[in-house]
């Protein structure tokens, strides 16, 4: 692997550590929430966990492309991860701010991964970013939008 392409997939595994705890506590959220949003945010969840789950192996191919290889342990996850373990959380408005709180996170994380890979002329990173990019500031407003 070249050193350009090491750059772009060391940032994607860090990426991928923290997709996998979003995921995770999304399966938690789904799980534990409680209270008169119940049906709705269980619902929500389980789309949000299983979009999540697709990131996750679109993150992990792309590091293989790369010529890297993706984390692939829980222990890699939690070493790797800048994301906090989401710990039974039943409160429906304080799953949805947790989500927000993610999501503004992978969307700075996604602008970040997204200037390095155009520096070192990775188109196929580029787009994926560009993509997530875009639903993630969709899905800001979105949940801005119900926490209002």
Known sequence: MNTKNQVVAEKLNSLLADYQIYYQNLRGLHWNVQGNMFFMLHEKYEELYNQASEVIDEIAERILMLGGQPFHTFGEYL?????????????????????????????????????????????????????????????????KSYLN
């Open 79 to 143: 070493k790797n991860a800048q994301l906090e373990e989401a710990v039974n959380v039943s409160d429906g408005k304080e799953g949805v701010e947790i989500v927000l709180n993610y999501t503004e996170y992978f969307l700075k994380q996604f602008n970040e991964i997204l200037a390095q890979a155009q520096e070192v002329g990775d188109e196929g990173t580029a787009g994926l970013m560009s993509e997530w990019i875009g639903f993630a500031e969709k899905q800001i407003w979105m949940l």
